[in-house]
């Protein structure tokens, strides 16, 4: 499949003559996978229609800052947090100038400086303008500031002279963007994932699960992926489309997991624990359907093998990473959990009423280890993956090299 998939992606639109290329670089982006939001300014607009790219992005383009509806639902901050990648293609001379002098005087310009995320740019305009002193200055500063430059290339331009100045074509644009994500943090590392529910069988139509939708486990998936691992993703029902490049084994109960868990467990340097097993299941499964009668019905549960411990208990050489899902105290609890279970680290969630965690596509996360922690804020929950696999391959190395030393 795709090397954007799911990714963030605001494209801001500038007013040079390259910005008719805007269109094709969001059908590519689309193409690769990406959520592709665009931004233009004035300029932009006398170029190409924002209803052409709003066509081509399924998304409404957004253009103006001073903008009373767009404040009110997706408002120039909210874009800044949303966005994975800002790409600036074709990025005029003009807004590379406001850019390197931080201004916030139209929306995308707005947005780049509010913005955490990676800023990439890519020029396009007259030879002149490029090489000119002014320019090259601007430029300079916005790679200090750790842009990335894409381009410009050289060639004939749409003023008739030749030189550097031309915007990168759209594919060459798409493949600065996946490098982004391939940070190779984890390259050739065996990890191991579990994720969403277990089902515990009372008879043979009924069950015992949970609201755990398996989406943060997919995301760390795909995350450790990019990351350059070898994923196997151990996941209980769930209704999720498996990520590229990931070996997905599909299991039932919190029986079924453990043995796959143990069968896959040997060459696994790596295991992140996210699926919510089941502590307890029916102590005995009916083999016929379980008939109504008059009064209360009682089910008798006995707890399920502990995984984790299991996990822990085999090596410990392994990094293992467990989830603890907690509607109170979550540091007092899950510092508990991270101790019990011998853990390198546990990524603690709140559930219940407004917080994050099951059935969402937003979380936050109180991470813990020995010693320390932090915390990642509510973000979607693709982007705290990435976030959660940086933090797990930084203290995987920690535990190697204090291990090799
Ligand atoms: C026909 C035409 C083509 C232009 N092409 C470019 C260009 O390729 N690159 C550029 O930097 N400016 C170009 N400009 C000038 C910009 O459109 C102008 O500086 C504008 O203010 C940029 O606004 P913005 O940076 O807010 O988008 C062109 C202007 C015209 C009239």
């Not at 990335?148 to 594919?171: F, H, I, N, T």
Request: hydrophobic letters at 50%; aromatic letters at 4%.
């Amino acid at each position: 499949m795709s090397s954007l998939a799911n990714k963030r992606i605001l494209l801001g639109v500038s007013g040079s003559i390259a910005a008719y290329k805007s269109a094709e670089l969001v059908r590519r982006l689309k193409d690769a996978g990406a959520v592709v939001q665009v931004v233009m300014t004035e300029a932009a607009q006398a170029f190409v229609t924002p209803f052409t790219l709003q066509t081509l992005s399924e998304r409404p383009v957004h253009t103006a800052l001073m903008d009373a509806n767009a404040e009110a639902t997706m408002g120039h901050i909210e874009q800044a947090r949303w966005a994975d990648l800002i790409v600036i293609a074709p990025a005029s001379a003009n807004f590379i100038a406001r850019l390197a002098q931080g201004q916030a005087s139209d929306l995308l310009s707005a947005i780049a400086l509010a913005s955490e995320a990676p800023l990439a740019v890519a020029p396009a305009m007259n030879r002149q303008m490029w090489a000119s002193a002014a320019t090259q200055a601007n430029v300079a500063t916005l790679m200090e500031r750790g842009a990335k430059l894409l381009g410009p290339a050289s060639g004939e331009q749409a003023c008739g002279e030749v030189g550097a100045g031309r915007m990168l074509e759209a594919d060459e644009i798409v493949a600065h963007c996946a490098e982004y994500f391939e940070t190779g943090l984890l390259a050739g590392r065996h990890v191991l994932i579990t994720a969403g529910p277990t089902q515990e069988d009372i008879d043979p139509v009924r069950y015992i699960s949970n609201r755990s939708s398996g989406k943060m486990g997919f995301a760390l998936a795909a995350a450790a992926v990019e990351a350059g691992a070898r994923v196997t993703l151990v996941s209980g029902p769930v209704a999720l489309v498996t990520p590229d490049r990931v070996a997905r084994i599909d299991v039932r109960s919190a029986a079924e997991m453990l043995a796959a868990v143990q069968e896959n467990l040997a060459e696994q340097e790596i295991v992140i624990a996210a699926a919510a097993v089941a502590d307890y299941r029916p102590l005995q499964v009916a083999t016929q359907k379980i008939k109504k009668q008059a009064g209360s019905a009682q089910l008798s549960l006995e707890q399920t093998a502990d995984i984790l411990s299991t996990i822990t208990a085999e090596s410990d050489a392994r990094f293992v990473v467990g989830f603890a899902a907690e509607t109170e105290q979550l540091e007092a609890n899950a510092r508990v959990k991270l101790e019990k279970k011998s853990l390198d680290m546990i990524a603690a969630n709140g559930v219940g009423g407004e917080r994050g965690g099951f059935e969402r596509d937003e979380n936050a996360l109180l991470l813990l280890w020995q010693g320390g922690g932090v915390e990642l804020p509510m973000a979607p929950k693709e982007k705290l993956a990435r976030q959660l696999i940086e933090r797990i391959a930084e203290r995987f190395n920690a535990k190697n090299s204090t291990e090799d030393s």
